[in-house]
């Protein structure tokens, strides 16, 4: 998971997303069955977050390297930290702007990579429309030919029920909507338009799909919904003062119980909607 934006602040904490999104990489049984890692595979993790999912990889790779990039000096620290290069020496974590790596680190281009993967991450580091095709034709650029892309992200109609309600919340504290959508840090594509993005850097297709899958929060004491809205919501959250802040999340988190708390035990579903795909370099 990263953020790549165009402001240099970093709005993660590897700390707060431990607590209340500790469920994003046990999610990723599907995507990681696409992966398919070989032991002898090259592979680079876009936006790797704090680094669970890298690690797990860079286990199955065991005569392969792994690289993770985050734009999040937080979570890369963590990840250095958390995975360090004595017990996982074929592994290695580097801070960097995934919607600029020609800039960044240039050399990750050179085409020596068997497969790029990516999960839930992409939808941050596809915001802005001016660099949404750079990143697809770095990761075309960083592959073998005959190597994969593989990845899952937020797709159309993500979490539609918490972003609406958190930019109504900031509508009725104030924030004109036009400020509010400015500030989404999110874009959750179709699967027609990943499906064109893809083929118009090169790759063929293999596999797109879009899976509706409501998915359990952490409970109220690791965070719950709050914290989901504080730490994923953090840039729309940032229109508004501290003081507002607080009362736009109560106002969110209220509106939101009757849609997604249920009632047998308490817990907090959002409807989370997955976009995997699988596209290949074509071998010449
Ligand atoms: C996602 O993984 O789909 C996601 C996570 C946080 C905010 C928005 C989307």
Sequence with gaps: MTV????????WSSKAYNTSASFVPKLATTVY??????PTDSILDIGCGDGPLTAQIAGAVSSGRVLGLDASPSMIQTAQKDYAPS???N????????????????EVLDGSFDKVFSNAAYHWILRNPETRKDVFSDAFKALKPGGSLVFEMGGAGNVAEVRSTIIAALAMHGVLLDEARKADPWFFPSEKWISAMLEDVGFQVE???????????????????????RLFGAQLLETVSELTRAEVVRWVVEVLRSSCQREEDGSWWIGYVRLRAVAKKPQH
Excluded: M
């Design 91 to 106: 592994l290695i974590f580097q801070v960097a702007d995934c919607t600029k790596l020609s800039k960044e680190v240039p």
């Design 4 to 11: 790549t934006q165009n402001s240099k602040k970093d709005h």
């Design 207 to 229: 596999r797109v799909e879009l899976e509706y899958r409501p998915t359990r929060l952490t409970d109220h004491d690791e965070g719950g919904l709050e914290g989901w809205v």
């Design 33 to 38: 069955s696409y992966l398919d890692p070989q």
């Design 87 to 89: 017990k996982h020496p």
